[in-house]
């Protein structure tokens, strides 16, 4: 799949760590690269084995890994803290 422009928050986690919400989901960074491009799993990783998985390129981000096997994270978004929205 290309990279297309995409509308994504980005919210702070308990710990304090930037994560990123796209489509009511939210992400978890898992690994960046001197190019830029950064590798982001889903919140629900280990606690349902979520293979669903994200690459952001500056604005533009591709889906990368399967479906989610779990509803949004709506509930969870009420309570958080936004830092960033992209423009898009």
């Known amino acids: 799949?290309?990279?297309?422009p995409a509308a994504f928050q980005f919210v702070?986690?308990?710990?304090?760590?930037a994560q990123l919400v796209y489509q009511d989901f939210i992400y978890n960074f898992h690994e960046g690269f001197p190019s830029g491009r950064e590798y982001w799993?889903?919140?629900d990783y280990r606690k349902f084995k979520c293979r669903s998985s994200l690459?952001?390129?500056g604005l533009k981000l591709e889906n990368?890994?399967?479906s989610h096997n779990h509803g949004p994270h709506t509930h969870i978004?009420?309570?958080k803290q936004l830092l960033f929205?992209?423009?898009?």
């Open 12 to 17: 702070l986690s308990q710990q304090g760590r």
């Open 1 to 4: 799949m290309l990279f297309s």
């Open 77 to 79: 978004l009420r309570h």
């Open 41 to 43: 799993l889903c919140r």
């Open 55 to 57: 690459v952001k390129d």
């Open 64 to 66: 990368r890994g399967q």
């Open 85 to 88: 929205a992209s423009p898009c």
